[in-house]
């Protein structure tokens, strides 16, 4: 058991992210501006689960041994999340009828809180002025790698069974950019060499594809099944497909289509992904991430209690939440 979980760290630091979100908005007006209001319903209406907004702390501590310079690489986090969650949401067509905000209402919103407001914060006179322009080089990236894997992920909701191949490069850009993104902006602002910072850029991809990973799971085992619901080509999709044979293929392929509007569906479909050998194959691609984030985390060393901190959280990513498969006899 490690002496400081990120639970532990966001507990420690929640009023201070708290407070450098709101120092944030404040770019976007005064309260009760349209502009403001719209982001803080925005935030409102996607809170996150998980406060991995800790991440940037957690890198730069152990980069240093202190995590409070990376404060406001903690609201940039949150902010780009909660705007990337609600496109994804819309991209999987969920009106926003009846939530006060239209369509293009929540487009702009977004592309405030997830891109404007974060490219504000990073150009704050309270962060180091060499590293500014690299910080900005940083979201600018993540935000273009992030959409072509959202695009991806797009292109990949037929009825043609994905390859793991395919929805594993879609997850490094959808959610490797944006882990790698906020732990190389952390090693940038902690002074880290070029090699350092390219080695956390390397463990946020990790981390980012093994949370995708966890959030697939989490997707089955709560019963929400939206993926299921709204087509989605997950990497369990992928390897139930890879592990079926050429009709079970073809079947999964007709109730992926059908499962976003038929409750019958989701459950047969639901029933193929859970079979022993798509369990096995998802298993075996979460332990190869995890044992190469732990590698990558091994060669940066790092000062504790935070990087323990970060195993931990590498660990609890990768952790099951779906039966267990039957071993082959």
Known sequence: MPSLTYQDLHAAHAGAIEAEVTAALEAAGPPGGLLRTACEELLDRQPMRYPLSVLPLAVHGAETGDPEP?????????????????????????????????????????????????????????????????????????????VGGQLADLRGASGIAPRRGAVLAAYRGKSGAPFAMITGMAALLAGASPERTAAWREFGDLLGILWQFFNDQEDIASGRNEDLANGTATHLLACAAESASLAEAARLGLLRQAARTSPRAREELLGMLLRDEALELFRQDVERHRVLAHQVLGRLGGREPYASCLRDLVDQAARPSLPAPVPAR
């Open 70 to 146: 990376a404060l406001p690489l903690a609201a940039v986090h949150l902010l780009w999340w909660t705007a990337a969650c609600r496109m994804d949401d819309v991209a999987d067509g969920e009106s926003a009828a009846g939530e006060g905000a239209s369509g293009p209402e929540t487009s702009l919103s977004t592309l405030a809180l997830g891109t404007l407001l974060p490219l504000r914060l990073l150009g704050s006179p309270r962060l180091p002025g060499p590293s500014q322009q690299s910080l900005a080089a940083e979201l600018i990236s993540c935000g273009l790698a992030a």
